[in-house]
């Protein structure tokens, strides 16, 4: 059986409340979903918190999945979804949270991720450019997931996925523009 | 140069052309000095990405994940043994990971000591210094949401039970209590470095200096308040592990009693 119809099989017995259903959906997808998370969220505490979440939303609602689409794509769906509402969340909180005569920046925002997995510049640059950005980068350049899968997952058609995908990393080249300028620099150092 | 171009350069870059839009690109990117740095960018970024190893979950973190939410839509059946039973309900219906606040005293042979601890015989030391990779802080957030979805006295007796079989006194429970399942003895360590960390409200995981298990004898004379309690199965043996420290001092020192046996080669 390949894994596209073991998901779809798994997902039938979960919407019947099978324990052991659900362990072995965990088990095939949890480190994508934390994946994605982690890339998404501010940090690890926000991408586990966003992991949990997508899996009790995609539990819950297991009886409600037509098996039209993969599994797969499904969790990506809900766990994109889940980190996009966290953050608004979050950036909710810390709008309401601020006192007047306030204005001092969110310090977590600048601090590197716990985990050595990607380097810092690259992971404060990813940061720092909007949700929707992020998540349509995160998706093709890092999940390596196709214009149409993630046009599927985000809910827009293809030309708006090329768009943030192609914008975001014209972002991301800017942010990272010393780096990106410093091989250049040291070939013209060099001759 | 247009932003239609660019846009042609950046499929381009992905890998998303063919045919005659290829070549096109193909020939911007030679003959035009923007396209080629599009191009360029593109591409470097893609490659930047595609580079970074994906992230995991720690063994801790997998545990918590897992038993968070199948307790929550998916209730382990009653079919398990009765001090399996016990564990499962002292876990909570939710999440495996509580934080009960209490006031913290350890009462009989337990007292509380700023000096960490002393250990009567029968103990043997054991580096179990944590590896700091499989280390992450602790959520406090899910043991907040836990700690509503348990009754404290539930807790508290079920330390009070761990803390008999362990031959402690019994003691009021500790602040931190976690459910492991079954996990191997190369992998108690890193959790116990994790809870360590969550329990001395840590940022940064704590290096577990020293860690005593008993041996046959299991009478121990210590002093210190438990911290927390993970309940697990090592290596298939029922085990409670005590985190006995103070607060105010960054290291903890840990006894492992099983049932009075020693579960970890």
Avoid at chain 1, 6 to 23: C, E, I, Q, V, Y
Avoid at chain 1, 27 to 52: G, I, L, N, P
Avoid at chain 2, 177 to 198: F, K, N, Q, T
Wanted: net charge negative.
């Amino acid at each position: 059986m390949n894994e596209p119809d073991r998901d779809r099989d798994l997902m039938a017995l979960a919407a019947t409340g099978d324990r052991a259903a659900f362990t072995e959906l965990m088990d095939r997808h949890e480190d994508m979903v934390f994946a994605v998370a982690m890339r998404m969220m501010r940090d690890r505490e926000a991408a586990f918190d966003a992991t949990q979440e997508t899996f009790l939303t995609l539990f819950r609602k297991a009886d409600r999945y037509s098996g039209e689409s993969a599994v797969s794509t499904w969790l990506y769906r809900v766990a994109t979804n889940t980190c996009l509402d966290l953050l608004r969340k979050q950036k909710r909180r810390r709008t309401e949270a601020l006192p007047e005569r306030h204005d001092e920046p969110d310090r977590s925002a600048g601090e590197p991720f716990e985990s050595a997995e990607i380097r810092p510049d690259i992971e404060a640059a990813l940061r720092s450019i909007p949700d929707d950005f992020r998540a349509a980068v995160v998706l093709s350049d890092i999940q390596g997931l196709s214009i149409a899968e993630i046009g599927a997952i985000l809910g827009v058609p293809d030309g708006t996925v090329k768009s943030r995908v192609f914008r975001g990393r014209r972002l991301l080249a800017e942010k990272l523009g010393n780096l990106v300028d410093q091989p250049r620099r040291q070939r013209t150092d060099d001759a | 140069m247009h932003d239609h171009d660019l846009d042609l350069i950046a499929e381009h870059a992905s890998g998303l052309l063919t045919g005659a839009d290829e070549s096109r690109a193909t020939e911007l990117v030679g003959t035009c000095e923007a396209c080629a740095r599009e191009f360029a960018d593109h591409t470097r970024i893609r490659t930047l990405l595609a580079a970074a190893p994906a992230p995991s979950l720690s063994e801790f973190e997998r545990t918590r994940l897992r038993r968070s939410v199948l307790d929550t839509v998916a209730p382990p059946t009653p079919a398990v043994a009765p001090r399996q039973r016990l564990f499962l309900a002292a876990a909570g219906a939710v999440a495996a990971v509580l934080v009960v606040v209490a006031g913290v005293g350890i009462v009989g042979q337990l007292g509380g000591g700023d000096d960490g601890f002393t250990l009567a015989d029968g103990g043997d030391a054991v580096d179990t210094t944590a590896s700091a990779e499989a280390l992450v802080p602790f959520d406090q957030s899910a043991g907040d949401e836990a700690e509503t979805l348990m009754a404290d006295e539930d807790a508290e007796r079920h330390v009070e039970e761990a803390a008999d079989d362990a031959g402690l006194a019994a003691a009021a429970a500790p602040q931190l209590m976690v459910e492991v399942g079954e996990i191997d003895g190369a992998v108690l360590d890193s959790v116990l470095g994790e809870l360590s960390a969550a329990v001395m409200d840590a940022s940064e995981p704590l290096v577990v200096e020293e860690a005593v298990r008993f041996g046959a004898s299991c009478a121990p004379a210590v002093e210190g308040e438990i911290l927390g309690l993970v309940l697990a199965s090592v290596d298939g043996v029922p085990t409670q592990v005590f985190l006995l420290g103070d607060r105010a001092e960054p290291t903890v020192l840990m006894l492992v009693a099983p049932d009075c046996a020693a579960p970890v080669p």
